[in-house]
C-alpha cells in the first residue's frame, strides 16, 4: 500500500472516532479543508465513500465503520510497537498529551511537571486546557485530569491532589450592597458566577452538602465564563458571588478581598486523578510523568 494511503488512513480514523473535521484537524496540525481534501482523495483512490458529510457533523459510512473496526486496532497496535521501539532508548522520550481543566493544569499539572521536565529533556508535554471531559482514547489524550469521582472504571487512576472543598464567595463590595444569603435557596436572588461545561453545553450546578443533605442549585447571573480564574476576577471586582475551589479563594479571604458564604453548606470532593487506558501502561514517558504528578501526602 502507498505511504500516502497509510497516512491517510491514519487520518481518517482519527476523523472517525471524534467526528469532526475541525477536532481531527487541529490534533493533525492541519487545515480543515486540507483534511477534507485528504479524505476525498482517500475515497476517490480506494473508491468507496468513507465518511457521510452534513453541514453540522460527518460520521462513517458502513464502509467506514467496517475499516475503523477492523484495520483502526492493528494501526495502534504498530502505534504501539514503534512506541516500544522508543523506549529502548537511554532516556525517555516521547511527546504526552494531557487534558485538564485549567484549575487543575494551573495548580497541580503544570507546577509539578516543571519540576520534572530539566531532568527528561527527551519528554515533550501538551497540556490542554478544558471544561470538556474528553474521551481521551477517541481524542487521542494520553492523561485526563479529573476530580477522582468522575474517572471511568475501566481506567488506571492515580490520586495527584488532595480532597478539595468547594467554597461560596463574594467581595465586601458584592455583599455590602446585597444581603447575605442564609439558605441555598437564597442564592437564586443574588447575582451568581457561572461556569459554562463545553461538552454539555449547561451550566456547572453549585452542588452543596450540610450534614446527610445534598442539594443542587441552579443559579443565575450576568456573568458565564468557561474559566474558573475569570470567574474568581469578576468576584474580585465585586460582580457577584462565586463558586469555586477553597485554595483558590482563601489568599483573597485572608486579604479580606473575599467573604465566606454559607460556609456550614460546603461540600468536599475526591481528589483530582490522572487516569489514562491500560494499553498504555508500558510507556516509559508515561510512567516518568504519572509519577511525578502522584500525590504524596
Given at each position: ?237 465585586g460582580h457577584g458571588l462565586v463558586y469555586l475551589p477553597e485554595d483558590l479563594a482563601q489568599p483573597h479571604v485572608a486579604r479580606s478581598e473575599l467573604r465566606l458564604v454559607l460556609s456550614d453548606w460546603f ?19 508515561l510512567s516518568v510523568v504519572i509519577d511525578a504528578l502522584r500525590y504524596r501526602a
Amino acid at each position: 500500500m502507498p505511504r500516502e494511503d497509510l497516512q491517510d488512513l491514519a487520518a481518517f480514523f482519527l476523523v472517525a472516532r471524534v467526528r469532526s473535521f475541525t477536532r481531527a484537524a487541529a490534533q493533525l496540525g492541519l487545515s480543515q479543508s486540507a483534511l477534507s481534501h485528504k479524505m476525498r482523495e482517500l475515497e476517490s483512490r480506494m473508491g468507496v465513500r468513507l465518511l457521510t458529510r452534513t453541514t453540522r457533523s460527518v460520521s462513517p459510512t458502513e464502509v467506514g465503520e467496517h475499516l475503523l473496526r477492523t484495520v483502526a486496532p492493528r494501526f495502534e497496535e504498530i502505534e504501539a510497537e514503534l512506541a516500544a521501539l522508543g523506549e529502548l532508548r537511554d532516556k525517555p522520550a516521547g511527546t504526552i498529551r494531557i487534558t485538564a481543566s485549567d484549575y487543575s493544569a494551573n495548580t497541580l499539572v503544570w507546577p509539578k511537571l516543571s519540576k520534572m521536565l530539566h531532568a527528561y529533556p527527551d519528554i515533550k508535554v501538551e497540556v490542554v486546557a478544558d471544561y470538556g471531559l474528553s474521551d481521551i482514547v477517541a481524542d487521542r489524550f494520553d492523561i485526563g485530569v479529573r476530580w477522582g469521582d468522575m474517572v471511568a472504571k475501566d481506567m488506571i487512576a492515580v490520586r495527584i491532589g488532595p480532597d478539595r472543598r468547594m467554597v461560596i464567595a463574594g467581595s465586601p463590595s458584592y455583599l455590602d450592597r446585597h444581603p447575605e444569603p442564609k439558605t441555598p435557596q437564597q442564592l437564586t436572588e443574588h447575582n451568581c458566577i457561572n461556569l459554562r461545561l463545553p461538552t454539555s453545553g449547561g451550566l456547572l450546578p453549585w452542588e452543596l452538602r450540610k450534614g446527610r443533605r445534598q442539594l443542587q442549585v441552579r443559579v443565575e447571573g450576568q456573568l458565564i465564563f468557561g474559566s474558573v480564574f475569570s470567574m474568581l476576577e469578576a468576584a474580585l471586582a465585586g460582580h457577584g458571588l462565586v463558586y469555586l475551589p477553597e485554595d483558590l479563594a482563601q489568599p483573597h479571604v485572608a486579604r479580606s478581598e473575599l467573604r465566606l458564604v454559607l460556609s456550614d453548606w460546603f461540600p468536599t470532593f475526591q481528589g483530582h486523578h490522572a487516569y489514562y487506558p491500560s494499553r498504555r501502561q508500558s510507556s516509559r514517558a508515561l510512567s516518568v510523568v504519572i509519577d511525578a504528578l502522584r500525590y504524596r501526602a
